[in-house]
């Protein structure tokens, strides 16, 4: 990881608690996708959540009755983890050096953190640790580009914070699990349409958890939230908004 993606990867630890409070969950449906998958339900899997952050994708597997660890490297995201879910186990490290025993789990997931890891190193530490019928899910909300304010305020978003806008066109599958370095295994993808309704102060505090904000002045990202608000108000005069998500699904296991 370069030290620009070190930087950015550790800078949750600064807003933790925000994080947790206006971040997006994940639609049930997900869920039922890696069951079928694996041919099972989840009740009694056994799973690691790697890269857990808060708990938000933690909490939900637990609702499903897999008996859960959560791996995180952030000390501050831990910490707010354990005030959410203090039953859960939590270890300190990350997916390129798993804390885990051989052959221990059925299941690896990773919630919008596998691009903090180097696949090289991730990849066979996952296969390490899953049994040989196991599986890894990994996943992520991204933007719906059909919504028209949505794909402006990304384009803006994009712009403040010095990165390219992301593509409309989605890679293909074959693309896809390249990208994410999973050539080799047997992987399925799925994306699921999904959305919530937040109020305004929510939306932008989740705006301003995304890492590419946080490594950034304070008093720039001020100004630009700033602005969002005054456009969204006039959009949204009731400062209710829907926001809609595509969640990218990728599940692999050996072949």
Do not use: K
Request: charged content about 25%.
């Amino acid at each position: 990881m370069t030290a620009t993606a070190s930087s950015r990867a550790h800078s949750f630890n600064s807003a933790a608690a925000q994080y947790g409070a206006s971040r997006p969950s994940y639609p049930l449906a997900l869920f039922d996708s890696v069951e079928e998958f694996m041919g099972r339900s989840l009740a009694g899997v056994r799973a690691a959540d790697v890269g857990a952050g808060t708990g938000i994708a933690t909490e939900l597997l637990c609702t499903r009755g897999a008996d859960v660890i959560a791996v995180e490297p952030g000390e501050a995201m831990a910490v707010q983890f354990r005030r959410v879910l203090p039953d859960v186990p939590i270890v300190q490290g990350d997916g390129d050096a798993l804390p885990l025993a051989n052959s221990s789990h059925d299941l690896i997931t990773y919630a919008q953190a596998w691009q903090w890891t180097d696949t090289e190193r991730s990849v066979p530490e996952a296969l390490r640790v899953l049994r040989p019928d196991g599986a890894l899910a990994i996943w992520w909300n991204t933007t719906a580009f059909d919504v028209p304010w949505i794909r402006a305020q990304h384009e803006r978003i994009a712009h403040h914070c010095g990165v390219p806008p992301r593509s409309v066109v989605r890679p293909d599958d074959s693309e896809a699990v390249r990208l994410a370095g999973l050539t080799g295994l047997r992987v399925v993808r799925q994306q699921i349409r999904w959305r919530r309704v937040v109020d305004l102060d929510t939306h932008l505090a989740n705006i301003s958890s995304r890492s590419a904000f946080l490594v950034l002045e304070q008093a720039a990202n001020r100004a630009f939230l700033a602005g969002e608000r005054r456009r969204l108000r006039e959009a949204f005069p009731d400062e209710v908004l829907e926001e809609t998500y595509v969640v990218d699904l990728l599940v692999a296991a050996r072949p």
